[in-house]
């Protein structure tokens, strides 16, 4: 168990690390909301991720990878979000579309006056467009993972070796029902173990980030971001819309 816990530990925590979508949308995100919205993106792909989890377990992903037809039509249509939300960074940096809005500060009591609007209402609009900001960013990063088969294949070629080289290969005292139990169990854990170390590094990117926010809300360095994140989106979901394999 030890063996093949720090060895899908470390296999998880190099994949994780490693630049992809996920990474892309969580500087993204906690660029333009700040680190709620990097953490709002994080845990979309964390969730994403558990669902590919829960169907590998279930034998739900071997349906989907050995069904040609089916694989292809999940990983297009992944592939055509990635370019749609690689799009969508390059039109921002092309129009300049400015980061969510800055916490407003209360106006000075010489500027007060009847026509102003009160510090509560500013504070009512901000709060709104920060709570629609922070469930966008949820959702793209539950669809860029939940709709990437890839992580379906990754599980399925994984999983199983770990789950049988921790003894539940089975054996003549084993029910067909306990073996599949304790290996649905086991998968879960140790697909949880990669959640644990993607909510981690991408938390900790999305609070360096955030403290770096004051010189990246440069409009010149952050439409060069959104330009270059765009870029590598579209570039990740051509790439997995031309995989065959």
Same mark, same amino acid.
């Given at each position: 168990?030890?063996? /093949?816990?720090?060895?899908?530990?470390?296999?998880?925590?190099?994949?994780?690390?490693?630049?992809?979508?996920?990474?892309?949308?969580?500087?993204?995100?906690? %660029?333009?909301?700040?680190?709620?919205?990097?953490?709002?993106?994080?845990?979309?792909?964390?969730?994403?991720?558990?669902? +590919?989890?829960?169907?590998?377990?279930?034998?739900?992903?071997?349906?989907?990878?050995?069904?040609?037809?089916?694989?292809?039509?999940?990983?297009?249509?992944?592939?055509?979000?990635?370019? !749609?939300?690689?799009?969508?960074?390059?039109?921002?940096?092309?129009?300049? $579309?400015?980061?969510?809005?800055?916490?407003?500060?209360?106006?000075?009591?010489? /500027?007060?006056?009847?026509?102003?609007?009160?510090?509560?209402?500013? !504070?009512?609009?901000?709060?709104?467009?920060?709570?629609?900001?922070?469930?966008?960013? !949820?959702?793209?990063?539950?669809?860029?993972?939940?709709?990437?088969?890839?992580?379906?294949?990754?599980?399925?070629?994984?999983?199983?070796?770990?789950?049988?080289?921790?003894?539940?290969?089975?054996?003549?005292?084993?029910?067909?029902?306990?073996? %599949?139990?304790?290996?649905?169990?086991?998968?879960?854990?140790?697909?949880?173990?990669?959640? $644990?170390?993607?909510?981690? !590094?991408?938390?900790?990117?999305?609070?360096?980030? +955030?403290?770096?926010?004051?010189?990246?809300?440069?409009?010149?360095?952050?439409?060069?971001?959104?330009?270059?994140?765009?870029?590598?989106?579209?570039?990740?979901?051509?790439?997995?819309? %031309?995989?065959?394999?």
């Amino acid at each position: 168990m030890d063996h /093949e816990f720090l060895a899908f530990l470390g296999l998880a925590a190099l994949l994780v690390v490693t630049p992809g979508p996920d990474t892309m949308l969580v500087v993204r995100n906690s %660029l333009r909301v700040g680190a709620r919205g990097g953490v709002a993106t994080t845990l979309g792909c964390v969730s994403g991720l558990l669902v +590919h989890v829960v169907c590998s377990g279930l034998g739900i992903s071997a349906v989907l990878v050995h069904s040609a037809g089916a694989f292809h039509v999940v990983r297009l249509v992944g592939a055509a979000y990635l370019v !749609w939300l690689g799009v969508r960074a390059l039109h921002a940096a092309w129009k300049g $579309v400015p980061a969510a809005p800055i916490a407003p500060v209360a106006p000075d009591a010489c /500027e007060t006056s009847a026509a102003a609007p009160s510090v509560p209402a500013y !504070w009512r609009a901000y709060r709104a467009a920060s709570r629609g900001m922070v469930r966008r960013a !949820w959702v793209e990063g539950f669809l860029s993972n939940v709709l990437n088969p890839k992580v379906a294949v990754f599980y399925l070629a994984v999983l199983p070796n770990v789950v049988a080289a921790g003894g539940m290969a089975g054996g003549d005292g084993v029910s067909g029902a306990a073996m %599949l139990g304790g290996a649905f169990v086991r998968a879960c854990l140790f697909g949880g173990m990669q959640a $644990v170390v993607a909510v981690l !590094w991408f938390s900790f990117l999305s609070v360096s980030v +955030h403290r770096a926010r004051a010189t990246l809300l440069h409009p010149g360095v952050q439409r060069a971001l959104e330009g270059g994140v765009g870029g590598l989106m579209v570039g990740f979901g051509l790439r997995l819309a %031309l995989d065959r394999g």
